[in-house]
């Protein structure tokens, strides 16, 4: 390789983990960030080595990036393990890249921090500015009404993504980076810079220094995370109004760290926090690039300082209240104050009643709250295929107040837990102008999603949860604010309906898929395998 003993003996190697790949869009420009981040570590004394790793990119790969969550974690934490690495960067930023990353570094439990790839800068369509997944979402919506042609959704489709980088609005993407920061594990304001500015690229050399500072300090994952630093990751993510998907994510990271997370605590903090960001798709006007320009992710923990405990400690190896001293908003419309929020409970509830024993999740702050109480008939689709034939059938009685269900779509099911959440609204209704319905399943939605989704229902239909029970023309009742929701068939009924109910089988006889199907815990417990979260630490491989 032309390397001399002189450029690594004595010094610390530093692992940069690269998910850049030709097939994730979000990454594109990493390749070069991952030099800039060489740069620092040679200029701090360090050795890097670039290590490409899985990359989950959200719109080409199929099933689900999900069912490979735990296969790129897995992935992470066996190459800081195996290889002769001292120190690591992170770098990714598409979905499930964030919490791949660190659910693998905080098991390897070697100094580490993450590098988030940035939002894409925000795009524009005539006089519109397009937030990406949240437009989509609605600009289909309509086409399928009628409203608008195949020219101009083609022009959509062709400028919702103006750049490298991420989801620009406050999808997974973002809400993953952001979370990843308020917990410790980023660099102060590293979650909110646009992949594409000069100051992304300076973000990168200082990583590359500052890994080389903490491989000497030897400031591991477990010297940062307490149950402290994932009740202000909760907290951010609440104020933010982040993505369902979060849920499941810091759920899977806390266990790595030993922690014993649950929906509880999720709902406890939701019920104090105030949503802060005015940022799509629960905000109405602003994205990403508009939320960098008014502080970023520092100057909204400093609106809401007095929720999170500053006294955590971060990979800057200063404490969280010590990185927040500086931070200011720069616009008070896109970060609200405390007294003049977006809403005042948090972005997401947490749901529980005969229908979702174990819980399920709605974002209410980008719901029609006039569905925020409701009574419905359902209307049943055994799987999404059945979904997509008889939707839009003209025999198929859906209304505005029908409540559609969808099963056969969580973890097993699907499998992989796919985002089948946001059912589609038939064409029917939507020419009508109705624009959203209630819609339940054991499912997830993209974080750019919205509408009256339920989502995350616990346990699945595949292993026989109550999803599996209803039937079409069943009652359901959903009451938001009181966190309820119920099938209103009586427990003798439900008792017939189990009793004829029979286990379908698993979707894969051999290799990973097997392995997750057999492994794999339910929403409610982060959807991570179950052998990843008990028993004693991996020690040191011995090097004979």
Not at 25 to 50: D, M, N, Y
Not at 505 to 511: A, D, F, P, T, V
């Amino acid at each position: 390789m032309g390397l001399a003993d002189d450029d690594y003996m004595g010094k610390p190697v530093i692992g940069i983990l690269n998910t850049w790949s030709d097939l994730n869009t979000c990454h594109s420009h990493l390749r070069h960030r991952a030099e800039e981040i060489k740069r620092g570590v040679w200029q701090a004394g360090g050795f890097p080595v670039e290590v490409p790793m899985m990359s989950l990119g959200e719109m080409l790969m199929k099933p689900s990036t999900m069912l490979y969550r735990n296969l790129l974690a897995m992935e992470t934490e066996e190459v800081l393990r195996c290889h002769p690495i001292d120190a690591a960067i992170l770098m990714g930023g598409c979905d499930k890249t964030t919490p791949a990353l660190l659910m693998g570094a905080i098991s390897a439990d070697l100094p580490a921090m993450f590098f988030p790839a940035g939002p894409m800068l925000n795009a524009r369509w005539k006089k519109e500015t397009l937030g990406s997944g949240s437009d989509a979402w609605k600009y289909w919506a309509e086409r399928r009404a009628g409203n608008l042609c195949d020219q101009s959704w083609c022009q959509i489709e062709n400028a919702i993504a103006r750049s490298p980088g991420h989801c620009m609005t406050m999808g997974t993407a973002s809400t993953m980076t952001a979370i990843a920061e308020a917990m410790g594990m980023s660099l102060p304001g590293a979650s909110s810079i646009p992949a594409v500015l000069s100051e992304h690229s300076r973000l990168a050399t200082l990583y590359g220094r500052r890994i080389v500072e903490m491989a000497w300090e030897n400031l591991k994952p477990s010297s940062l995370l307490t149950a402290a630093s994932f009740d202000n990751a909760i907290i951010t993510d609440m104020a933010i109004g982040g993505s369902t998907n979060a849920i499941i994510h810091v759920i899977a990271m806390a266990r790595r760290a030993g922690i014993p997370l649950t929906l509880d605590r999720f709902d406890e903090l939701s019920r104090s926090t105030p949503v802060v960001a005015n940022v799509r798709p629960s905000g109405d006007k602003y994205l990403m690039e508009d939320f960098y320009n008014a502080g970023g992710l520092t100057a909204l923990m400093k609106q809401i300082e007095s929720l999170l405990d500053t006294t955590c400690l971060t990979v800057s190896g200063r404490t969280l209240g010590e990185n927040l001293v500086d931070a200011e908003v720069h616009d008070d419309d896109v970060i609200r104050s405390l007294d003049r929020p977006v809403s005042t409970a948090g972005g997401t509830f947490v749901l529980r009643g005969n229908l979702a024993p174990q819980g399920c999740v709605v974002k209410p702050s980008a719901a029609d709250p006039r569905l925020f109480d409701h009574t419905g008939t359902a209307v049943v689709f055994e799987n999404y295929p059945d979904m997509k034939a008889r939707l839009n059938d003209e025999s198929l009685d859906i209304t505005a107040d029908s409540v559609l269900v969808l099963r056969s779509a969580g973890p097993l099911g699907a499998p992989g837990f796919p985002e089948w959440g946001m059912l589609p609204i038939p064409d029917r209704l939507l020419k009508a102008g109705v624009r959203d319905l209630v819609r339940i399943s054991d499912s997830r939605m993209s974080g750019t999603s919205y509408g009256m989704c339920i989502l995350h229902v616990s346990p699945e239909s595949h292993l026989g949860g109550p999803l599996a029970l209803v039937q079409t023309g069943d009652k359901i009742h959903l009451n938001v604010n009181e966190r309820r929701l119920d099938l209103l068939v009586d427990d003798d009924e439900l008792a017939r309906r189990r009793a004829a109910w029979t286990p379908p089988e698993l979707h894969y006889e051999r290799g990973y898929g097997q392995l997750f199907c057999k492994h794999v815990t339910q929403a409610n417990d982060g959807c991570d395998f179950d052998f990843l979260q008990h028993g004693k630490p991996t020690p040191e491989p011995d090097i004979f």
